[in-house]
């Protein structure tokens, strides 16, 4: 089952920075937390991740709270093309030699970007 | 970047027949993939992770001689979703883990429609 909860859906203005909320409560101390969109009828496209420290790339800014239990995805100026569902994923982190670990997908929320 | 492709994009077949979906990893090998299969307006499931050189690990309820996955070289991973009945008309998507396994690539999917 997914270990996350994001509001099922959220609108944005254009040119507005777009800020996903997702709680994951019962996050463990070795579990990154992963962001992907799925624009309609295709495969999910990474975001971001990050396991304690904020993270920063050319898509997207990713703000995991001090306690760890809750993070925000920001997209700095959202564009029509950012429609899509988001997903907020926990995953356990990989140690050398260690089994495989998949990403389990909520819900997620489905951004609307308006004109 | 790493790239997953995944062939054929859409498929339609008769019921009974059996189809088979490629997922290749372009530029790096992928000894872990994983198989999800997604409902209209639904999140991805998780249907089974495919191992290279040894069987797959099917997650419960997913009839593991219905949907036949080999993974015979680092690079290449397929489903194939035996005698086809039109209820296993889905969107099927693969997904493959890359470098040191702390992100994971996603095809761009397989619409099949079983007629």
């Known amino acids: 089952d997914a270990k996350t909860t994001q509001p099922p859906s959220m609108d944005c203005a254009e040119g507005r920075a777009a800020n996903l909320p997702c709680n994951h409560s019962t996050i463990s101390g070795n579990e990154y937390v992963y962001w992907y969109r799925q624009i309609h009828s295709q495969g999910p496209q990474y975001i971001i991740h990050g396991l304690k420290n904020n993270e920063t790339n050319e898509m997207a800014s990713l703000i995991i709270t001090e306690d760890r239990k809750s993070s925000t995805l920001i997209l700095p100026h959202a564009t029509l093309r950012d429609t899509a569902v988001y997903y907020c994923?926990?995953?356990?982190?990989?140690?050398?030699?260690?089994?495989?670990?998949?990403?389990?997908f909520g819900k997620g929320t489905k951004l609307s970007v308006i004109p | 970047g790493a790239v997953v492709s995944q062939h054929p994009s859409r498929v339609i077949c008769k019921s009974g027949t059996s189809v088979k979906i490629e997922c290749r990893s372009l530029d790096f090998q992928a000894t872990t993939m994983f198989w999800y299969r997604q409902f209209p307006k639904k999140s991805l499931m998780l249907m089974a992770t495919?191992?290279?050189?040894?069987?797959?690990?099917?997650e419960q309820g997913v009839e593991k001689d219905k949907f036949l996955i080999n993974h015979a070289s680092l690079t290449l991973s397929t489903l194939t979703v035996t005698s086809a009945h039109p209820e296993d008309s889905s969107f099927y998507i693969c997904?493959?883990?890359?470098?040191?396994?702390?992100?994971?690539?996603f095809g761009s999917g397989t619409r099949l429609t079983v007629v």
């Open positions: 994923i926990v995953r356990e982190q990989l140690y050398s030699g260690a089994g495989s670990y998949q990403l389990t």
């Open positions: 997904s493959a883990r890359t470098g040191t396994g702390k992100s994971y690539t």
């Open positions: 495919s191992n290279e050189g040894s069987k797959a690990t099917y």
